[in-house]
């Protein structure tokens, strides 16, 4: 066996069984073993910035690693925007990248680079292996590297030579243990600080965001009046059916600070201490007011979710009130939707069918409207999609997955690669227009693979965001020539056209009533379609 | 004047004028001050990897860096398989990272990266301003160190709390040292070689394509009976009236081998010792046959034109005879085209009008029997293009710029760079349908610009060079599923609707009467266009 089907052999030994590539020369051995392994799927990209995003997207619906495969160092530099993001989102992934042969290296040839000081910025854990022998036992060792605690991109460098050579042996699958648990002491020293009756924020982010962590961090919020807030750029927010609404800390760090301030304590449960997400003159990069103390309750890696079950459980048994599902069933039915409190989601409803002209308003309700349930959507919207999340909190179950690292053009891969790991469930890919046009390959990859993902295309025709952000770093003397790198205007791009030039059916909205329509038509068919939405 | 406005002014007045771009919030500052700085061209692009090939476009047609503006490391990262491709050129060029404020650094904001680990993998010179008051002398620095010799990547951090500041001042430019020659002892021993009367092969590359430097190469080939050879993928290579016509070392490595076995000694001038692009099971890297003495005339960074003449004149003041252009063009018209002679590229005229079946052939004879004078072709067309370099080695004189690192997506943005570098000179684009959707983005930037770029897109719906390789290095047992990975067929790309969806009008070829005719009204008219060639 060459080293190629050793490596494909223990990645799917270990449960990696997806790849997202655009292959090259020095993976040729790779690609050529996919047919004597069918166990792994091979799902081709036309740009490696897919193939690193859809598998950021993959893991974050498993909670297990997909691999790449990527060529040389040109192949992972194409992916590492992506790579960032999945790395903010502390996502397992696994980076197979095909180096030169061993011996050829020395001739310096056009596609060496500094490979292995490339994929330091971008990987936690990195390995070249050195011979056919070790590629087994390098690929399992990737593969747990890569579940962290907490979760990170695992980069293995293979070398043609290793590839080709026969001699390799598929290596046992790493047991993957459990996460380990907060010590008692801390949850015990968090109840206190909570039981003291002091106005107190929890911040909760990361895995805490799934379904069992917002239940516990409800009921902590009702047992002690804490507010609860969470991280601004979640991986993945379970919302809709019913579950806890929560409120999400603004990205904008004066509004951060208002929502913070008053409290005497932060607790902080798998989100960081709050901060600017970039630094303005005169403004503060530190976004916890003055006066409030702040404290961990979950270092990272730790386990979020048993520890706030954990202090809710001892919070309960301190107050020695029910904390059952009924509890809380009751307990949010009759929360208020104030800022930051613990708000009864299902209580709101559906949004109703809008009409009219087609605004961020109008095109969030239509989203609310009909979101289906059990959808996944993926949020690039930057400014457009700022009603959507008020829009969709009523409706049905869905999870939500952020631009973690504010790297653009992450939007379409995460929505490919969530397709691919979610069958039967409609993914929304909710993309702004400037950022669509980094990554709109994403959409050739969506109609190969006939992956049941609606692109909602928002065209606002520029970089708004930009246009904010010009104003509040107090630039001043700007005028037509710095606002016309801000514009998208000239000449328009006409994504109906460019989506079907990927083989992705795709219409224009440019009312209300058309954007229900489309939205209505693309959720209740197969496969992938775009519409774009002219927002007025 | 804030250190922004310095930065801009102390590159203008270095002789950087043109900055390729998709800025952020960091970069806001330097985005105002353009417009108080009008010398300065703001061209905005919808991805950094356009940038960064365009600013290579631009200097490889100018000789004098653009600069980009890029926004912290995933900027940097989006634009690094081009940076790659411009390292591998030569290129002078000047990047401008925006990053965090100084002071922000510290929160780790979620857009923080390696920003100088990643640098350093592709810029031979970087910096980071640390203060307002470094920032003018260190733009002058950058820009000197982007010239070398040879030419490099040079990167300048700029944190945002350094272009908002006030007391930048402006820095003077730094003069630019000319090349320095190779020493005479050098000559003269080269020279000895070539005056043994053994079989010899001159290997040119790098400025020696240029037109004094393949005129002087002609004159010793002429007067020594050596074989001249060029690098495979020159940045630019001028061809056509009547230029010498030079025979390209292979990039298959036994047919390399075959072009210098038989030579006693090899001498490089500008070109690199010829070694296999890829390594394959079984073949030699190393292209220099046996028993071949292998001599550097040049060192990198030296001035190979002044020495290519040096030795020129060294060796016909050996044999007395006359140099001048005259007797250049009596050898030339007399001599052979046999493999790696020195042809008469005039004597073969333009190719006739094809018509027909639209092949591989016949669309490069409709390139060579319309190709306007002066024109600039950048080729990334891989496998397709292969008949164009003959079909157009009898044409007018125009400029040939390669694919230079081996990574794909450079044919578009260079091209978009050459045009705004060359107003009034039509650049024609051949470009590979694989290669294309790396940077498709580009096509917007010439839309906005209003660039003279005919994009002649080449469909042949598959990655073919990799289904070459795959047999190549000898990979085995590949079917269905590796050979679908290396297909562009499901869903067919459209690009006629891709170029249309960008502001770029387009029509699709499918005969070879259709693309020549559809190449005579691009070339005719101002502004972009592209023609997609069907292949069958």
């Known amino acids: 066996m060459n080293g190629a089907e050793a490596l494909l052999r223990t990645l799917v030994g270990s449960g990696v069984d997806v790849c997202f590539t655009n292959p090259g020369t020095s993976e040729m051995h790779f690609v050529a073993a996919l047919d004597r392994v069918p166990e792994m799927r091979g799902v081709l990209t036309l740009f490696e910035g897919v193939a690193t995003g859809a598998a950021d997207g993959y893991a974050r619906m498993t909670g297990k690693p997909a691999t790449t495969l990527l060529h040389l160092g040109p192949g992972l530099a194409n992916g590492w925007a ?126 805490a965001m799934r379904e069992r962590g917002l239940d516990a961090a409800a009921r902590i919020a009702r047992s ?39 409290a005497r304590h932060l607790v902080l449960a798998g989100a960081r201490a709050p901060a600017s997400f970039f630094a303005y003159p005169g403004k503060p990069s530190d976004l916890v007011p003055e006066g409030v103390s702040v404290h961990e309750l979950v270092a990272p890696g730790l386990d979020v979710t048993a520890a706030l079950d954990a202090l809710a459980d001892a919070l309960a048994d ?117 950022s669509a046009m980094y990554t709109l390959q994403a959409l050739w990859t969506q109609a190969r693979e006939s992956l049941d993902v609606t692109t909602l295309l928002l065209a606002n025709r520029s970089y708004a965001i930009l246009q904010l ?21 000239r000449p328009t791009l006409d994504f109906v056209s460019l989506a079907r030039g990927m083989g992705v059916p795709a219409e224009r909205a440019t009312d209300a009533e058309g954007l229900a329509a489309l939205l209505e038509r693309s959720f209740s068919e197969d496969g992938p379609m775009l519409v774009e939405a002219v927002l007025g």
Chains 1, 2 share one sequence.
């Open 82 to 207: 992506n790579l960032h993001n999945a790395r903010r989102a502390s996502t397992p992934l696994v980076n197979i990248v095909g180096d030169h042969a061993t011996y050829h290296r020395r001739f310096d040839p056009p596609l060496q680079a500094d490979l292995w000081g490339l994929a330091r910025t971008t990987s936690a854990w990195q390995r070249s292996t050195a011979r056919v022998d070790d590629v087994g036992a390098d690929a399992a060792d990737a593969v747990l590297a890569s579940y962290g605690p907490p979760g990170r991109i695992a980069t293995l460098i293979v070398p043609a030579d290793v590839s080709w050579s026969e001699g390799g042996a598929p290596a046992p699958r790493h047991p993957v243990p459990p996460l380990p648990l907060v010590p008692p002491e801390t949850i015990e020293e968090i109840a206190k600080v909570l039981r003291g009756g002091e106005p107190s924020v929890l911040l909760i982010g990361g895995a």
């Open 224 to 262: 002690t009046g804490a507010k609860l807030l969470c991280e601004t750029f979640p991986a993945v927010h379970a919302r809709g059916g019913g579950l806890p609404e929560v409120e999400k800390l603004a990205y904008f760090g004066e509004m951060a600070i208002a929502q913070i301030e008053g």
């Open 318 to 434: 301190a107050l020695g009130s029910g904390t059952g599902p009924d509890a809380l069933g009751a307990a949010t039915r009759t929360g208020t939707l104030g800022a930051g409190a613990l708000g009864p989601q299902a209580a709101r409803g559906r949004a109703g069918r809008p009409s009219g002209r087609l605004t961020a308003e109008s095109m969030a309700a239509a989203v609310g409207h009909l979101l289906p349930d059990g959808a996944i959507v993926v949020d690039e919207s930057i400014t457009s999609g700022v009603s959507v999340p008020a829009a969709t909190a009523g409706g049905p179950r869905h999870d939500w997955l952020a631009l973690t690292g504010g790297s653009i053009g992450q939007g379409l891969p995460v929505a490919t690669g969530a397709a691919v790991a979610s069958p039967g469930r409609r993914v929304l890919c909710l993309e702004a227009d400037g």
């Open 469 to 489: 952000e010009l104003a509040r770093v107090g630039a001043t003397g700007s005028g037509e020539r710095a606002g016309a790198l801000l514009d998208l205007h």
